[in-house]
């Protein structure tokens, strides 16, 4: 394995000699002497002199004049950053907002984003976003992630300390934002932060951006990010966090009163070293798992939402693009084992970033439950950024949740990002290994790959190639499929067709294809699929539709409940789906969309329609109201039938 991953990293070094193209776009924060409380009226003394930065369109026509002028102010107190965005729109009334819901998807609405990359390296930052309803989202940047579901490279998981308030007027809106910095990590004594804004306007289909003015670029894309200067000597304070917590219980009969109590404690250690502490932890208001609903044999991983493990939960991602298949750290398997909930005694993180050192260490003590007695849980990570593109780093387990082994993980990854590989383009490249031991199984205890993305407007191009041992056993994180070598190709050709063709009324076209292609250590196939979706566009007035045909060869090892009662014998199976959708544009205050399934399911076949309907409402008459947004759609969604052959 040791000449495989040398090898691997070999490669990400020979692109280390094309440098980023400069991005020497910059603003400098204002300062105010005291603080105080936001509620969108742009029109106080604080913000007349401010510094202010103007937005320009980024797509889809880069640098174009627009009618929906943007500009951003920056002032900032020793504790707090300060922004303030006017947004104009010259058809106010037609602003969309679908969610007021704290982390809501705010992918169809008007929408205002900041990013801040608190030590400039262009690796970790934090995502402020606001809607034109007040709806606030906020999460975090870091290397390698994306979203499963979404692609988003934004967790969303995370909170920090920040207010924000919303204006709408006549002309459009405006909103104001308190950034208390207590939430944040950073070196005080460091003068620049990275940044981007940018804003979003749907019933347009138009972003607008301040730094990257470029189709392959976007604001979450940190290579692409500009500078806010002044922010030496801004202050986190002491960092300090009390949650202290008791509950008490009454049963009848012989039970009587019952209670416990523990607490949380938070502490800056350093300006760039942050403490957390739990004792006797209480995940009791943790919000509810989302639910992930897979027609699959294979396990599938559940979102983290317990605050204790959210915090720096970003130091932690590990590699590009594994998210569903290899977790080498899954938070998830602390404090519960076989889906039954295990209390966690004690837990204690510490999290920084200094120089070129990102730095996460955890450690927990978890309690006796039935026949499991406590035990110990470790993981730390530490990445070291060899400069502004390349990033090195390793992580360790120890501990096995269910105590049956003495479990240790150690893994390595490098990950490499450009935005000027020939010329202006996004090219990443990552590689990882993984060995695990303390388990006497026999078998291959390694694991390693390779992923190389080439994300950009025209082209969006994908290729990776992961090999996992069958007895490689991260007991703290999560494999899918042990004992697999995985090969995925996406290949994405956007074209947007130009102003004097006859095909002008389309915004872009997406046709692309997937192929996965999976063997056993001995290179017989487990799984292949293919995705075909030779139609899929948007217009330029935000109607879509796609059409998508899913070759599928599958092996069963073993049987697969894949509901009571309902088993799928082990064996060959070979089954085409396919898949057509149109949906009317999602500004619009009633959105339409109709989906029609059909296909094979192993020995089954099944048909599917799913006609859904959407639509916001506005209260009152006031540029001020708010829209509210409604579903009706399970009333309208239906008919969803399935038949399996024996």
């Given amino acids: 394995m040791t000449v495989r991953l040398a090898a691997l990293g070999a490669m990400a070094g020979l692109f280390v000699a094309s440098p980023v193209g400069a991005r020497d776009i910059s603003i400098s924060i204002g ?23 103007s937005l320009i369109q980024q797509s889809p026509s880069p640098g174009q004049a627009t009618p929906f002028i943007t500009t951003a102010k920056f002032l900032r107190t020793q504790r707090h950053v300060y922004v303030a965005v006017a947004s104009t ?68 998981s995370w909170n920090g300390y920040w207010a924000a308030a919303v204006r709408r007027n006549p002309h459009g809106w405006t909103a104001e934002i308190d950034i208390d910095t207590q939430s944040l990590q950073f070196d005080s004594r460091r003068d620049k932060w990275g940044l981007n804004v940018s804003r979003y306007i749907p019933r347009t289909q138009l972003t607008l951006a301040w730094s990257g003015i470029d189709l392959n670029a976007s604001a979450t894309n940190l290579a692409w990010e500009g500078t806010l200067a002044g922010m030496q000597g801004t202050s986190q304070g002491s960092g300090f966090e009390l949650n202290p917590y008791g509950l008490a219980q009454y049963a009848g009969g012989h039970a009587g009163l019952s209670g416990k109590a523990g607490v949380d404690v938070k502490y800056n250690l350093t300006p760039q070293l942050a403490g957390l502490l739990s004792y006797h932890t209480d995940f009791s208001e943790t919000p509810s798992n ?3 609903v897979a027609v699959s044999p294979f396990s599938q991983s559940v979102p983290e939402t317990r605050a204790f493990f959210l915090d720096g939960s970003n130091i932690f991602n590990f590699g590009h693009n594994l998210s569903e298949s290899f977790i080498p750290f899954y938070s998830r398997n602390i404090g519960i084992v076989d889906g039954s909930v295990v209390p966690m005694d004690a837990g204690l993180k510490v999290l920084g970033h200094t120089g070129h050192w990102t730095v996460g260490f ?39 949740p269910t105590g049956q082994t003495s479990n240790t993980l150690l893994a390595f990854d490098s990950t490499y990002s450009t935005a000027s590989f020939a010329g202006h383009n996004n090219l990443n490249i990552s590689t990882w290994g993984a060995r695990s031991s303390g388990d006497a199984r026999p078998g291959n205890h390694s694991g390693y790959g390779l992923d190389v993305a080439y994300p950009n407007d025209l082209w969006w191009a994908d290729f990776s190639y992961n090999f996992y041992g069958d007895a490689l056993d991260p007991a703290l994180g999560f494999l899918q499929r042990p004992g697999t070598k995985q090969s995925y190709v996406n290949v994405n050709y956007q074209p947007r067709p130009s102003a004097d063709s006859s ?29 075909l979706i030779p139609l899929q566009f948007v217009t330029q007035g935000g109607w879509s539709t796609f059409l998508h045909v899913n070759p599928t060869a599958e092996r069963l090892t073993t049987p697969y409940n894949i509901i009571p009662n309902v088993v799928v014998p082990a064996g060959d199976y070979h089954f085409t789906n396919g898949y057509f959708g149109l949906s009317t544009p999602k500004a619009y205050p009633w959105q339409l969309t109709l989906e029609i399934e059909a296909g094979g399911l192993y020995s089954g076949h099944y048909r599917a329609t799913n006609p859904e309907m959407r639509c916001r409402r506005r209260t009152g008459d006031s540029p001020r109201a708010s829209p509210r947004p409604c579903s009706i759609s399970p009333a309208l969604r239906a008919v969803a039938r399935c038949r399996l052959t024996e």
């Fill in 89 to 156: 729109d010259p058809h106010a009334e037609q602003m969309a907002v679908h969610t007021l819901q704290r982390d809501g998807d705010q992918t169809n609405d008007d929408n205002v984003t900041i990013v801040l990359d608190t030590y400039g390296d262009k690796k970790l930052a934090y995502v402020l976003q606001i809607n034109a309803g007040g709806a606030m989202a906020d999460g975090l940047i870091s290397p390698g992630y994306t979203n499963f579901d979404t692609g988003s490279p934004v967790d969303y």
């Fill in 290 to 292: 989302l639910l992930n």
């Fill in 31 to 53: 300062s105010v002497a005291k603080p105080w409380v936001v509620d969108g009226d742009l029109a106080k003394k604080q913000w007349q002199d401010a510094p202010s930065l």
């Fill in 362 to 400: 955890l450690d927990a003590q978890m309690g006796a439950a039935g026949a499991l007695a406590p035990r110990n849980l470790f993981s730390g990570r530490a990445a070291y950024d060899i400069n502004n593109q390349w990033q090195v780093g390793a992580l360790v387990t120890h501990g096995d």
């Fill in 503 to 531: 095909l002008n009324w389309v915004r872009q076209f997406d046709p692309y294809f997937t192929f996965r292609y999976v063997t056993d250590l001995n290179d017989r196939m487990l799984s292949k699929e293919w995705r």
